[in-house]
């Protein structure tokens, strides 16, 4: 989107604390181990965090897994051994150049440096030290005596379980190229330069789909998924001017990849990947079925056919799409004289669908407004709150994102209703309560 002038849309670079801020306060986002310290860069999602990062999980199961016949789910282990890591190439491959400032002792990804040759830090000219390859991976034991117990490692993502159970998926399921096993779980990756809040940590959480395809339509495949994941962002109400695709360049492809593309949103320090979707070609599966001897292909009996699928992967950090969601979700504007903040979420993607509000905390209204709750409770994520004055708990919930209210006053006793009011217009209406499920979910 332009302003009046017809620039485009610029990062705004208050909302970052805006929403770091909004997040401790009101519960989305904690730092981990505060009461010792904190533990740099690692983060525990709080009340309202935890129920919104499982709504942006359940959007994307839903989008992927349930609204399709052709994708299944899978729930893989953390720990693996040295193996899995050898023939994926991760232990080789999976790396970050590292250098450090001779000035001021500070650490730096070489490849995100604006320019190499002076420190962002200190501003010191020429004081790198040669870059060094870090593995990125996190290793632990498993057994009792460090010595001699087994190497282990930790995830850095969730795809290896997918290519694992190939052979395993595929009998239990009954499916055929085209066909996809879905996943969601943490991911660990000892990060050189972790930052921006959640949106790098070294411990979080990635939705995953690898989709196997004849070979020939793999390029068909790359560009389908590639609209579809686009696509899914735009339906959650993220507005189109905040996000963009971004076709890698031939020199940034990892050496399988035949094409990647991300998704970008503009971020408050300028446009940075959500999610990226890539043509892997038969790279896995064959390296899988090299190392381990066992065959990962499809035999078609139809033609007679055997071939190794094409892998066409979507993969996307379910905390980092979280914070985006919040991001472009918030909003302040005058009313009454007044700033009003204003979480515009998708009610699915919400901590919570509705609020009961009680006028005042008051023997007589407590008996009704809580049936109004145990109505409500089964169906949607319902809070109910009884403290401080009715416009003081409509922001609250205006800032938590909860589109729709329903207050319990004192005519409630006599006439049987209450009043929905609409987060976004602040419209409000009436309602019998026996009618009131039906309606707030039409109103949803
Ligand atoms: P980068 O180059 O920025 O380190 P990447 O391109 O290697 O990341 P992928 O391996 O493609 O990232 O990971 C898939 C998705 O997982 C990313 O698009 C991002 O949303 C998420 N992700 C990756 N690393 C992190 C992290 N350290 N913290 C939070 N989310 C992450």
Redesign the pocket.
């Known amino acids: 989107m332009a302003d009046d002038e017809g620039n485009p849309e610029q990062p705004d670079s208050g909302l970052f604390d805006r929403i770091v801020n909004l997040s401790r306060r009101r519960g989305f986002v904690f730092p981990s181990a505060e009461i010792y310290g904190g533990f740099r860069s690692t983060y525990d999602y709080g009340p309202l965090g935890a129920l919104m990062l499982r709504n942006v999980k359940a959007a994307w199961w839903r989008s992927m897994v349930q609204l399709r016949d052709d994708v299944v789910g899978l729930d893989a282990a953390i720990l693996s051994p040295p193996a899995v890591w050898e023939a994926s190439g991760h232990l080789q491959n999976f790396t970050d150049p590292l250098v450090d400032c001779r000035n001021c002792n500070e650490r730096f990804r070489l490849d995100k440096l604006d320019d190499v040759h002076t420190c962002p830090n200190c501003g010191a000219k020429n004081s790198f030290t040669d870059p060094r390859q870090f593995n990125l991976m996190f290793k632990t034991y498993a057994g009792p005596i460090e010595e001699s117990a087994a190497e282990v490692y930790l995830r850095p993502?969730t795809a290896q379980g997918m290519f694992l159970n190939f052979n395993n998926v595929l009998t239990t399921s009954r499916k055929k190229p085209p066909f996809g096993i879905a996943q969601i779980g943490k991911a660990f990756?000892n990060?050189i330069t972790?930052g921006n809040f959640?949106?790098?940590?070294?411990e979080?959480e990635?939705m995953e789909l690898e989709y196997f395809v004849p070979p020939a339509d793999a390029a068909q495949w790359y560009e389908y998924w590639t609209g579809e994941r686009y696509r899914w962002y735009l339906d959650l109400g993220m507005p189109e001017s905040k996000l963009r695709l971004r076709p890698h360049d031939p020199d940034e492809l990892s050496h399988y990849s035949s094409g990647t593309s991300?998704v970008e949103f503009l971020f408050p320090w300028g446009w940075d990947?959500?999610?990226?979707i890539a043509n892997r070609g038969e790279y896995d599966l064959t390296q899988h079925t090299k190392h381990s001897g066992e065959r990962l292909e499809y035999f078609d009996q139809a033609t007679g056919e055997r071939y190794v699928p094409h892998v066409i992967e979507p993969?996307?950090?379910a905390?980092?799409?979280m914070m985006a969601f919040l991001m472009a979700a918030y909003d302040e504007e005058e009313v009454r004289g007044e700033t009003r903040t204003v979480l515009r979420l998708d009610p699915r993607l919400s901590p919570y669908q509705v609020a009961v509000l009680p006028l005042s905390r008051n023997e007589k209204l407590s008996p009704i407004a809580r049936d109004v709750l145990h109505r409500l409770q089964p169906h949607l994520m319902t809070e109910y709150d009884e403290t401080q004055s009715i416009g003081r708990r409509y922001r609250r919930q205006d800032e938590i994102g909860t589109p729709l209210c329903v207050t319990v006053d004192f005519e409630s006793l006599d006439d049987k209703a209450v009043t929905i009011r609409q987060r976004d217009t602040m419209e409000q209406t009436r309602v019998p309560i026996e009618d009131l499920v039906g309606h707030v979910q039409s109103l949803l």
């Open positions: 993502e990756r990060e972790p959640v949106f790098r940590t070294r979080f990635v991300d990947e959500l999610e990226g993969a996307v950090g905390t980092r799409t």
